[in-house]
């Protein structure tokens, strides 16, 4: 059985450039998160999508970042003229359903470095 | 705000020995709590979860103990092997609509062999 999977692994970019990051979460999970994860520092959210409800933007740090969930399935992560303070590692997770108790698995992430 | 804190940014064991890793949480309302290792490069890993409703669950090799009264939580690792050394996160799940989790920002356990 395959994990959250996410593309690139790696994403180098020139300042002001526009980045998509992809996820993939795990066959049947209804429930996806994005999270950022700065050098040495723990987990920023960014957004969560709950089968076709609103999405929950409250986590996006500017209105540069966006992000779509196409079918319930896959979901991209959209920044717009991006900035060095952008770096970072974008990591998504799924579980089961939105619902309390449910672990989150996460995949690797894309490390993205802005020049 | 409130927020999921640790003790010890770094924790130094000798293989074979047992390791404790702890973490404060000062929002009540949380009443879900899980324990993610991450190693260098990879995204962070499932390791347990406990419900407000208990105090302590075990795994293989590793216990999770819940202290509600003063709001802490610690990840017990018996027999501590070279493999167990990466950063440990606890996270709370913060209430509200949406159950995101916060998380602390780690500590380091480095187990030397």
């Known amino acids: 059985g395959a994990g959250v999977s996410q593309s690139p692994s790696n994403k180098v970019t020139e300042k002001g450039k526009d980045v998509e990051l992809r996820c993939d979460p795990i066959s049947g999970h209804t429930a996806l998160y994005w999270y950022r994860q700065s050098l040495g520092q723990g987990l920023e959210f960014l957004i969560y999508?709950?089968?076709?409800?609103?999405?929950?933007k409250s986590g996006l740090p500017s209105d540069r970042f966006s992000a779509e969930r196409t079918g319930g399935s896959v979901s991209t992560l959209t920044i717009q003229r991006t900035q060095q303070e952008d770096s970072a590692v974008y990591l998504c997770?799924?579980?089961?359903?939105?619902?309390?108790?449910?672990?989150?698995?996460f995949g690797d992430g894309t490390r993205l470095s802005i020049l | 705000g409130e927020s999921v804190g640790l003790h010890l940014p770094t924790l130094s064991v000798q293989e074979g020995d047992n390791s404790i890793i702890n973490c404060a949480y000062s929002n009540s309302a949380s009443d879900y709590f899980i324990w993610y290792k991450q190693e260098s490069g990879k995204g962070p890993q499932f390791i347990i979860d406990?419900?407000?409703?208990?105090d302590k669950r075990q795994g293989q090799r590793v216990t999770v103990l819940l202290n509600k009264t003063v709001k802490h939580l610690s990840l017990q690792i018996a027999a501590t092997q070279p493999g167990d050394s990466a950063v440990y996160f606890c996270?709370?799940?913060?209430?509200?609509?949406?159950?995101?989790?916060?998380f602390g920002k780690g500590t380091l356990l480095t187990v030397n062999p």
């Open positions: 996270a709370e799940d913060s209430g509200g609509s949406n159950y995101k989790l916060t």
């Open positions: 997770a799924s579980s089961l359903s939105g619902v309390s108790n449910q672990p989150q698995h």
């Open positions: 406990i419900r407000s409703n208990m």
């Open positions: 999508f709950q089968g076709n409800s609103a999405p929950d």
